[in-house]
């Protein structure tokens, strides 16, 4: 492979790998602190970009640039979306099925598992009801574009490469590592890890529980806005069922990282964005889905704690 084609390769995967990461790092969040696999959470990314262009454009959007102004709104709106659909998610679909050690409740794990899947596919009804196109050119509030005159860098062999690639790659791993940080450091961090530790105990030293969950869920929708925002501008259309792969990939990169590692996450991610970029350039463009499908496939049924075994969990 020459290689200006395989540093191009990289760089793209490493830019796709680094949202996937995010997309993990909010499953590892909730996984982490109460063993749930928020399994909305791919069509929580999609949706919150999608209330984003209802807000601003409208039903029927082209990705024309956004005056200053819009390009704000759009970013606030797709954050904030972000966060209350995961929060709503968390409410409606997920606590009612939780332990309860204040009524002796048990949890029910068909329970939330039903309820994530319902709620993602509620996020895909309901924008289908209201976006009528198959899909829509996502504007970048951010212009990332912008970067260089022409809008690419060029590369060895004659190559180039989007000036977003390097740009989304950069703001990726900062937020993911900020992140991370705020998990080990902060009081939210550390009433994170008491809850996921032991809930009675954490209840009995006066953490709200069901209120740091709820954070959880929080933080998470904030990622998954965050991941959107850097991710569907780079596509040549969004559609309302695209989360769900995206979810997948997420999903396989908190696995291969192990589930409940922040760290793991982004690292997992950036494996999955190399791994498919590599395989979709050497091979088809119709690999594109299947290769983190497929890992997910393999980690599920070969290792699900992970490449790494895990004494701890959010640290």
């Not at 060029?154 to 992140?179: D, E, F, H, I, N």
């Not at 709820?214 to 998470?220: D, P, R, T």
């Amino acid at each position: 492979m020459d290689p200006g084609v395989l540093l191009q390769a990289a760089l793209s995967g490493l830019a796709n790998g680094a949202v996937v990461g995010l997309v993990a790092l909010g499953f590892t969040l909730v996984a982490g602190t109460v063993r749930v696999l928020h399994l909305a959470h791919g069509d929580v990314v999609v949706a919150a970009v999608l209330t984003g262009v209802l807000g601003v454009l409208g039903t029927t959007p082209v990705a024309v640039a956004l005056a200053p102004g819009a390009a704000v709104a759009f970013v606030v709106l797709v954050l904030a979306a972000g966060a209350l659909l995961a929060a709503g998610v968390s409410l409606l679909a997920v606590r009612p099925h939780l332990p309860d050690p204040a009524t002796g409740r048990a949890g029910d794990a068909l329970g939330w598992v039903a309820g994530g899947v319902a709620a993602g596919l509620l996020l895909r009804e309901g924008l289908a009801l209201v976006l009528p196109q198959q899909g829509y050119a996502i504007p970048d509030p951010l212009r990332l574009d912008a970067l260089t005159s022409s809008g690419v860098l060029s590369l060895p062999g004659g190559q180039v490469l989007p000036a977003r690639v390097p740009a989304v790659l950069l703001l990726a791993l900062l937020a993911g590592v900020l992140t991370e940080r705020l998990l080990v450091r902060s009081r939210f961090g550390k009433a994170l890890r008491a809850v996921a530790d032991d809930p009675d105990a954490a209840a009995l030293c006066g953490v709200p529980a069901k209120r740091v969950v709820l954070q959880a869920f929080l933080v998470a929708g904030l990622l998954a806005g965050l991941a959107g925002l850097l991710d569907a501008p780079g596509r040549t259309s969004l559609s309302v069922d695209a989360g769900v792969v995206l979810g997948l990939a997420g999903i396989a990169a908190a696995l291969l990282g192990g589930l409940g590692s922040p760290r793991g996450a982004l690292l997992g991610g950036l494996a999955v964005g190399l791994v498919q970029s590599l395989v979709v350039t050497a091979l088809d463009a119709r690999f594109t889905d299947v290769v983190p499908l497929a890992l997910l496939v393999v980690l599920l049924a070969v290792r699900p704690e992970g490449l790494r075994r895990r004494t701890t969990v959010l640290a």
